[in-house]
Every structure is written in C-alpha cells, then in structure tokens.
C-alpha cells in the first residue's frame, strides 16, 4: 500500500483509507461488534494504515470500536475523526441532520471525549464536520493552532456535507491552509472535487483531498445492479429509481477501464505461483481514477465485508489509469456517459440553496 502526506503536515495516510461511519451504524448493514473489530484489524493487514471515524457516528460508538480494534496498533496507523455535532443534549432522527455547533470551546470539548472513547491521547487529524464558512472564525481558528501546539492533533481538516455546503466551504479550507479537505468525490460526481483541485492548482496550495463514495454509492462497485433490492435501513435506499437507472448505463460506458487478469507460467512448474499480469475490476478502476489526480491523499470506500477490503485495499497495486483512459474518461463526463434523460435528482441536489454553484456547468452529488 502506498502512502500520500497530507498538506504540509507530515502526516501520511494509506492511499486507500477504512471510513469507520460503516461500523459506527447501522445505515450499511448489520454486524456484530466483534465482526466489526474483525473488519478494522482485517484492513489493517490487508495495508490500511489510515482510519477515519467522527463522533457523531454512533453517537460514539465507532469510536469506541475503533480504539478497541486499534489498541495494539496505534503506532502504524493514522487516526482521524470529525467533530461538529451536538448528539449529547439531542436524539437522532432517522438519517437526519443533527443540530451542529462549531466554537472553540466546543471543539476542544469534543475532542476531548473523542480522545476517551478512543482511549487515545491524540488523534493524527481532526476535521470540522459540515463546518459553514460564517463558522469557521478567529476563535475557531485558534483552537485548532492551540490543540496542535499542545499536542492534541496533527493536522486539520473540514469534512463537507453536500446539503450543507461545499464549494464555499472548501474554498475556504484551501484558503486557512488546512491540511485536508473531505469530499464525496467520484468519476460520476466530479463536483466540486475538480473545483477544489483547481484552487489548489491556482493557489498553489498544499490541501490534501480525501475523497469519500469513491464508488458513487454502489454503482461503480457493482453493488447495486438492476437485481438489487435496498433494505429500508440502507443508506441509499432514498435515492430514486431514475438515479440508479441512469447510473447503470453509465457503468457500462466506462467498461473499457475493467482490465481481465493475465497470468504466465514464466518458466514456473508443479506448483510454482504463476505472475499476475495486469487485471484491475471496475471498483478498482475507480480509485485509480481518483488517484490519478496528485491532490487526492487518499480514497475511504465503504467497506461492508472482508471480500471488498481484500479487492479495494489492491486497488493502488493494480495499473495506473493510462492518460489515454484518463480522457476518455472526461470526455464522457462532459457528455453525461451519453445518458440523456433525467436521473431524478435535481430535488436532493442542494448546496447552501445553490447559490454557490452558479459559475458551474454541473450540479452537485447527493450525500
């Protein structure tokens, strides 16, 4: 597994990362809390060393999970979590949004619980959690400098929420020099990714992406095909019919990036290992998409079972995308995969009321 550094930071994280909301809920699917511990440590072997969790997820209990499973391995990995979210003094209502407050006293609080469910004494990165822009002020600012100088965190982050913000948002994560910027971001949902890696390019700055639905929620994996059937807890199952629809027929597009395995005997016999020549999955396709871009620090797929940890974590060791592929790529996308019909869903695609996407030709992806 290779690893990136994020912004000026030092800190590194593994191309491919763990986001550690799918064992904090219930919203990707049933397990155990054993099983879920087995996931982290499973990741951990297959090269992970990057993990990413938040308070909110659980409303602690990812934390707990993660400081458990990484209790004999904090030295080689790197942690992240989020805070942002006041779940102390108000109940979660479904997948709804949680009322947030973003303060100085309240982030260095926060941290400090994570820190106990963690059982850490810090953490490698801290992001703010849909952070507004008219929230992030001196004082929150400060905080941030006064947890790193004492040591609490390494690096800092903003973590973006399509419904709440994004182009704004991240913009100005480029601009107070965070360390790292989290986005949805996929071959499919290029807004605002692109957006941010050209303020980065223009400003010459050092931010860091790290790109989260790398597989636009299920389609660029193969998890969800037209025989799927979405359980009424699946975080998904809001999308509408049309979006999955469409989607499919853009996968198909982008089939020429799926590459079937070779292998050669190279002079081996009886039962010598034969080489691996080149196969790379659609799923694997789309995070070598995103890594081909310099900016993305790393990619946290939702990993649901030990399968899907051994195929993605390979990922980075399959062929990079040719720039030939690459542009093929982009061309596609300028013109929608060829799909030209309505995918349903204008009425979930919302960033502050839009009016930060008025200079974009592309609406933005739904959470």
Do not use: C
Request: no cysteine.
């Amino acid at each position: 597994m290779n690893e990136r550094t994020l912004g000026t930071s030092g800190v590194t994280v593994s191309e491919v990362g763990f986001g550690a909301w799918v064992v904090g809920t219930d919203w990707w699917g049933d397990r155990t809390r054993e099983q879920a511990i087995e996931m982290v440590r499973h990741a951990i072997d297959a090269g992970v060393t990057y993990v990413d969790t938040g308070d909110v997820y659980g409303h602690g209990d990812s934390e707990k999970l993660i400081g458990e499973a990484l209790a004999e391995h904090r030295a080689d990995v790197t942690v992240s979590t989020k805070v942002g979210y006041d779940f102390y003094n108000n109940p979660q209502a479904g997948h709804g949004e949680l009322p947030k407050r973003i303060d100085g006293e309240w982030i260095r609080e926060s941290l400090d619980r994570s820190l106990d469910r963690l059982d850490m004494e810090y953490v490698d990165m801290l992001l703010l959690h849909n952070a507004n822009v008219d929230e992030v002020d001196a004082d929150v600012l400060a905080t941030l400098d006064q947890l790193r100088d004492e040591g609490k965190i390494e690096a800092i982050g903003w973590a973006l929420g399509p419904s709440i913000g994004w182009l704004a948002d991240g913009d100005a994560a480029i601009h107070n020099e965070f360390d790292a910027v989290q986005t949805v971001f996929n071959m499919f949902e290029q807004v605002p990714g692109q957006h941010f890696i050209d303020t980065i390019r223009e400003l010459d700055a050092d931010t860091s992406i790290i790109a989260r639905v790398p597989h636009s929620s299920g389609l660029l994996n193969e998890q969800v095909t037209p025989d799927t059937e979405l359980g009424e807890g699946d975080h998904r199952a809001h999308r509408p019919e049309e979006w999955y629809e469409t989607g499919w027929e853009k996968v198909d597009s982008v089939r020429f990036l799926e590459r079937a395995e070779r292998s050669s005997a190279d002079g081996a016999s009886g039962d010598e290992p034969r080489k691996r020549d080149g196969g790379r999955t659609m799923a694997q396709a789309a995070l070598q998409w995103l890594l081909a871009h310099d900016e993305v620090a790393s990619v946290t797929p939702t990993f649901r079972t030990t399968a899907d940890i051994d195929e993605w974590a390979a990922a980075p060791d399959t062929p990079p995308l040719s720039d030939e592929e690459y542009e093929r790529v982009q061309d596609l996308y300028r013109d929608t995969f060829g799909v030209d019909r309505d995918d349903g869903m204008d009425a979930l695609r919302s960033s502050v009321g839009g009016e930060d996407l008025d200079d974009t030709e592309t609406q933005p992806a739904d959470d």
